[in-house]
């Protein structure tokens, strides 16, 4: 096998091999219910019908029960913490899986949209099907009302019609305020919206009440297409067809029909009580515990550290929370990665938030009082700070850091958050861990934002260099923007300035100088910040052909 494959099935394998397991689900339900309504004897006279609408209406039914039923499990963040935290689960494999779980409620997510538009597009053909083939013989399978009757009355006369409009209505909400650029642009639109899942749930599990659609429960008492004397000379079931097909079966008695008993709350309602269920805990959790704000401080580039302390919090490094703030909103649960965790010696724990949108600029104005100050190094403030509520912690592909032997951090601007914890963890006590060596990559546009963790990267360094391990961490800084330059001229940021560089990383100069320090080891690969730096890394790691070194890729990302 070619080193770079070998590469490629290290990062990609897991997964790929993860969805075509999904994807072969999809397919085999979505055909196994098209062949038992193409074939079934029970739906012979249905598909005579409506034709092959009702076949597709069926089958992409079966592939929303399914998907309906996963998509709510990816965001049980509870749920899979516990899981990756559990001592039985000592695969790497198996928590990468779980660092892609936002992926696969993605994945989900588009499914239901793609095979919901499917389903309605076969189900207006149903309509028509209904109103033009209008059946005086078995009226029982007519849900027009009469020969030729509007297909949009027809809609708007049945309860599966009615709550089908209210389901579309809700998914296009709920799918149009996903994209990236609301998310971005507005975050509350995209919550609020996205919270309207128990309203589509409940409509869907009412949708599937109505039963519209029906199969015959007499099949052996009449056989699908046999005679009947009584029938109308339009279907081949007539006194002349019996006649001339003497090997046709008589019916013994009348077809009788009857609505499918509901499957979808089969599908769903477990997945949905998990899922609120987890929600109340976490609610109620998170309400319980009261949560003091200790300290605030105001750092360079908009960036305002929060130091908070809370009984019982125990989270590890890596791991993030959702913040609530209610005298900002009540409803809004907002994510943000620990930059320190409790220690023996410590037990408050920070976050760093950067002042970009709504919520935050009014959660920092409530923080801090006004001051006229342009100092570059932090002002602490002390004052009376409003009522928060911490949810988590959280599992985060961060945590992995420290089960490699050799590991790559890289961070842009305010994505250095998630390594920040990592290096507070490596101060503290770095022996304890796997970990032998980190190659630590920050990358920002401002200079001043390497004075949010100045502090911390000199203090870790020079404890490393007195404990004669000057090799266990390699920092790199760099400056994407050099329009006037500065440079960090004090004294205590001395080693900082030293490793200070103009630019942008040369990535594979990176990975081959990585590569040769590292043979015959796998390198853990994290990433925080833009799309382009993910991409790149992303492509090096599964195509790296440098050396005898496995770069396995992890990219931070909240569910």
Same mark, same amino acid.
């Given at each position: 096998?070619?080193? =770079?494959?070998?590469?490629?099935?290290?990062?990609?394998?897991?997964?790929?091999?993860?969805?075509?397991?999904?994807?072969?689900?999809?397919?085999?339900?979505?055909?196994?219910?098209?062949?038992?309504?193409?074939?079934?004897?029970?739906?012979?006279?249905?598909?005579?019908?409506?034709?092959?609408?009702?076949?597709?209406?069926?089958?992409?039914?079966?592939?929303?029960?399914?998907?309906?039923?996963?998509?709510?499990?990816?965001?049980?963040?509870?749920?899979?913490?516990?899981?990756?935290?559990?001592?039985?689960?000592?695969?790497?494999?198996?928590?990468?899986?779980?660092?892609?779980?936002?992926?696969?409620?993605?994945?989900?997510?588009?499914?239901?949209?793609?095979?919901?538009?499917?389903?309605?597009?076969?189900?207006?053909?149903?309509?028509?099907?209904?109103?033009?083939?209008?059946?005086?013989?078995?009226?029982?399978?007519?849900? =027009?009302?009469?020969?030729?009757?509007?297909?949009?009355?027809?809609?708007?006369?049945?309860?599966?019609?009615?709550?089908?409009?209210?389901?579309?209505?809700?998914?296009?909400?709920?799918?149009?305020?996903?994209?990236?650029?609301?998310?971005?642009?507005?975050?509350?639109?995209?919550?609020?919206?996205?919270?309207?899942?128990?309203?589509?749930?409940?409509?869907?599990?009412?949708?599937?009440?109505?039963?519209?659609?029906?199969?015959?429960?007499?099949?052996? =008492?009449?056989?699908?297409?046999?005679?009947?004397?009584?029938?109308?000379?339009?279907?081949?079931?007539?006194?002349?067809?019996?006649?001339?097909?003497?090997?046709?079966?008589?019916?013994?008695?009348?077809?009788?029909?009857?609505?499918?008993?509901?499957?979808?709350?089969?599908?769903?309602?477990?997945?949905?009580?998990?899922?609120?269920?987890?929600?109340?805990?976490?609610?109620?959790?998170?309400?319980?515990?009261?949560?003091?704000?200790?300290?605030?401080?105001?750092?360079?580039?908009?960036?305002?550290?929060?130091?908070?302390?809370?009984?019982?919090?125990?989270?590890?490094?890596?791991?993030?929370?959702?913040?609530?703030?209610?005298?900002?909103?009540?409803?809004?649960?907002?994510?943000?990665?620990?930059?320190?965790?409790?220690?023996?010696?410590?037990?408050?724990?920070?976050?760093?938030?950067?002042?970009?949108?709504?919520?935050?600029?009014?959660?920092?104005?409530?923080?801090?009082?006004?001051?006229?100050?342009?100092?570059?190094?932090?002002?602490?403030?002390?004052?009376?700070?409003?009522?928060?509520?911490?949810?988590?912690?959280?599992?985060?592909?961060?945590?992995?850091?420290?089960?490699?032997?050799?590991?790559?951090?890289?961070?842009?601007?305010?994505?250095?958050?998630?390594?920040?914890?990592?290096?507070?963890?490596?101060?503290?006590?770095?022996?304890?861990?796997?970990?032998?060596?980190?190659?630590?990559?920050?990358?920002?546009?401002?200079?001043?934002?390497?004075?949010?963790?100045?502090?911390?990267?000199?203090?870790?360094?020079?404890?490393?260099?007195?404990?004669?391990?000057?090799?266990?961490?390699?920092?790199?800084?760099?400056?994407?923007?050099?329009?006037?330059?500065?440079?960090?001229?004090?004294?205590?940021?001395?080693?900082?300035?030293?490793?200070?560089?103009?630019?942008?990383?040369?990535?594979?100069?990176?990975?081959?100088?990585?590569?040769? =320090?590292?043979?015959?080891?796998?390198?853990?690969?994290?990433?925080?910040?833009?799309?382009?730096?993910?991409?790149?890394?992303?492509?090096?790691?599964?195509?790296?052909?440098?050396?005898?070194?496995?770069?396995?890729?992890?990219?931070?990302?909240?569910?």
């Amino acid at each position: 096998m070619s080193l =770079a494959l070998k590469s490629w099935m290290a990062n990609e394998g897991p997964k790929h091999f993860t969805m075509m397991i999904w994807v072969g689900v999809n397919v085999f339900l979505f055909w196994r219910t098209f062949m038992l309504y193409y074939s079934g004897a029970q739906y012979y006279y249905l598909h005579k019908m409506l034709g092959l609408g009702l076949c597709i209406s069926r089958a992409s039914a079966s592939v929303l029960n399914f998907n309906c039923s996963l998509v709510l499990l990816p965001m049980c963040r509870s749920l899979l913490t516990l899981v990756r935290g559990s001592q039985r689960v000592n695969s790497r494999q198996v928590r990468r899986l779980l660092d892609r779980s936002k992926m696969f409620h993605v994945a989900c997510g588009i499914t239901i949209c793609v095979f919901s538009v499917i389903h309605v597009g076969a189900h207006l053909i149903n309509m028509v099907n209904f109103s033009d083939r209008y059946s005086e013989d078995f009226p029982d399978l007519n849900v =027009a009302q009469y020969k030729g009757q509007d297909s949009r009355v027809i809609i708007m006369s049945t309860v599966p019609g009615v709550t089908g409009v209210l389901l579309v209505i809700v998914l296009f909400l709920m799918f149009t305020a996903s994209s990236s650029c609301i998310r971005v642009s507005s975050y509350e639109i995209f919550w609020y919206t996205h919270n309207l899942f128990i309203v589509f749930y409940l409509i869907l599990i009412v949708h599937a009440v109505g039963g519209a659609l029906k199969y015959q429960v007499n099949v052996e =008492a009449h056989p699908p297409g046999c005679v009947h004397m009584n029938l109308s000379s339009d279907l081949p079931t007539n006194r002349r067809a019996a006649g001339e097909n003497e090997t046709q079966a008589v019916c013994r008695e009348d077809a009788r029909f009857q609505s499918h008993f509901p499957q979808t709350w089969l599908w769903v309602s477990a997945p949905l009580f998990l899922y609120c269920a987890e929600r109340l805990y976490r609610y109620i959790k998170s309400i319980a515990d009261p949560v003091t704000i200790i300290s605030v401080v105001s750092h360079p580039c908009d960036v305002v550290e929060v130091r908070m302390l809370k009984s019982g919090f125990k989270p590890r490094p890596g791991q993030y929370i959702l913040l609530n703030c209610p005298g900002v909103s009540s409803f809004e649960n907002h994510p943000f990665t620990l930059t320190t965790c409790p220690t023996g010696k410590n037990e408050t724990f920070g976050i760093h938030l950067r002042v970009l949108g709504d919520w935050t600029s009014k959660f920092s104005q409530q923080l801090l009082e006004q001051s006229d100050s342009s100092e570059i190094l932090p002002m602490m403030h002390q004052r009376r700070y409003p009522t928060v509520h911490v949810d988590g912690p959280f599992g985060s592909p961060s945590e992995e850091v420290f089960n490699y032997e050799v590991s790559l951090c890289v961070a842009g601007g305010i994505g250095v958050t998630p390594f920040a914890c990592v290096l507070q963890a490596l101060f503290e006590d770095w022996c304890q861990y796997k970990l032998k060596r980190l190659y630590f990559v920050w990358v920002c546009r401002d200079l001043q934002s390497f004075y949010w963790f100045a502090d911390l990267l000199c203090g870790l360094h020079e404890r490393l260099w007195q404990n004669n391990r000057p090799d266990y961490l390699n920092i790199q800084l760099y400056l994407s923007d050099s329009q006037g330059l500065q440079s960090i001229n004090e004294e205590r940021y001395r080693y900082l300035s030293s490793r200070l560089q103009i630019g942008r990383p040369k990535w594979k100069l990176l990975f081959q100088e990585i590569g040769r =320090a590292n043979q015959h080891k796998k390198v853990g690969v994290f990433c925080c910040g833009p799309k382009g730096i993910s991409k790149a890394l992303h492509g090096m790691c599964n195509s790296n052909p440098y050396s005898q070194t496995t770069f396995e890729y992890n990219k931070e990302s909240f569910s």
